[in-house]
T-cell receptor
Framework: DQQVKQNSPSLSVQEGRISILNCDYT??????FLWYKKYPAEGPTFLIS?????DKNEDGRFTVFLNKSAKHLSLHIVPSQPGDSAVYFC???????????FGKGTLLTVNP | DTGVSQDPRHKITKRGQNVTFRCDPI?????LYWYRQTLGQGPEFLTY????????KSRLLSDRFSAERPKGSFSTLEIQRTEQGDSAMYLC???????????FGSGTRLTVV
């Protein structure tokens, strides 16, 4: 039973355009949401997060949107750069104050 | 601080052998986690330590797996009698109590042949 779903295994965008990565979750008790980026042969790197009391958080080119009624999370990258090409994981926290549950990831490819 | 260190980066072992991985967390972090990632999946929780106490183990962690964190510093993950299904990336992460995100290490890639 997948609690966190990233339904797009891959996404390809042109450099300079917007990348939108999506994540759906099942449990309304999740209270904190994170995005991690992973390059091959490296561990995941924290990118940006949002608390359930907010609906938007920005950090430079990265913005995370949270729609609690739809149980939907999205990450916007504007403008996209070739160095953004990586696997992006959505992660959620809930039910404990330490454990994260990850989606399967979306491979983003930004073409020059 | 150089972040979370994991050793070795790669391990190839024959089925039935025992393997041990080491993780050195960020020094001031009191929480340490082990996750496992297989191809096409996100990281899956295995176990969690707060200081030296192992507070939770996933049911993914069969009795062939054991983890320790002596003195609340580095941690080891041992897999006994390895099976091909154990082939995965084993990720260690650490954090401070009260913070939300983890810092992951680069992982140990285990291949069981």
């Amino acid at each position: 039973d997948q609690q966190v779903k990233q339904n797009s295994p891959s996404l390809s965008v042109q450099e300079g355009r917007i990348s939108i990565l999506n994540c759906d979750y099942t449990n309304s008790m999740f209270d904190y949401f994170l995005w991690y980026k992973k390059y091959p042969a490296e561990g995941p790197t924290f990118l940006i997060s949002i608390s359930s009391i907010k609906d938007k958080n920005e950090d430079g080119r990265f913005t995370v949107f949270l729609n609690k009624s739809a149980k939907h999370l999205s990450l916007h990258i504007v403008p996209s750069q070739p160095g953004d090409s990586a696997v992006y994981f959505c992660a959620v926290r809930g039910g404990s104050n330490y454990k994260l549950t990850f989606g399967k990831g979306t491979l983003l490819t930004v073409n020059p | 601080d150089t972040g979370v260190s994991q050793d070795p980066r790669h391990k190839i072992t024959k089925r039935g052998q025992n393997v041990t991985f080491r993780c050195d967390p960020i020094s001031e972090h009191n929480r340490l986690y082990w996750y496992r990632q297989t191809l096409g999946q996100g990281p899956e929780f295995l176990t969690y330590f707060q200081n030296e106490a192992q507070l939770e183990k996933s049911r993914l962690l069969s009795d062939r797996f054991s983890a320790e964190r002596p003195k609340g510093s580095f941690s080891t993950l041992e897999i006994q009698r390895t099976e091909q299904g154990d082939s995965a990336m084993y990720l260690c992460a650490s954090s401070l109590a009260g913070t939300y995100g983890y810092t992951f290490g680069s992982g140990t890639r285990l291949t069981v042949v």
